[in-house]
């Protein structure tokens, strides 16, 4: 057996061992994802997974509704913002308000300004883990 062929056989090996240890239901994968905005006064979404809707429902605020809901509401997301202008005006993802809710079906984003005022953003990545 040739150097190569080893190589081969232990590449195949490895690649038949992970996949049976990665699949659908590893914690490491996102869960939902998406790429969305406000442009033109109207929600765009660009591209998701497991993200049946976005809603606005004020300046900066956005609900962002499961395809298939998560088993609870103990997931962890994240988000990052593009900045509106090419002047400096920074938005950021930040932490839900009060008001806001996290369930099993949806949750609330906010999208604020540096000053912490809520506003808008042309392009906003949320990710969810479970």
């Given amino acids: ?16 061992e992970v996949k049976t240890k990665i699949d659908a239901t590893h914690p490491g994968l996102a869960r939902a994802w998406v790429c969305f905005g406000y442009v033109g006064n109207q929600i765009v979404v660009r591209s998701s997974h ?9 300046a900066g605020r956005y609900r962002v509704t499961f395809a298939t809901a998560m088993p609870d509401s103990n997931y962890c ?14 938005r950021i ?19 604020a300004t540096t000053a912490a005022s ?8 949320l990710t969810v883990f479970r």
């Fill in 1 to 16: 057996m040739s150097l190569a062929s080893r190589i081969s056989a232990l590449a195949s090996r490895v690649g038949l």
């Fill in 50 to 58: 497991n993200v049946a809707s976005v809603t606005r429902t004020a």
């Fill in 77 to 90: 997301w994240t988000a990052l913002a593009r900045s509106s202008t090419n002047s400096g005006t920074q």
């Fill in 93 to 111: 993802a930040i932490v839900r308000s009060s008001t806001d809710q996290k369930t099993a079906q949806y949750v609330d984003i906010s999208c």
């Fill in 118 to 125: 809520f506003d808008d953003s042309s392009e906003i990545n």
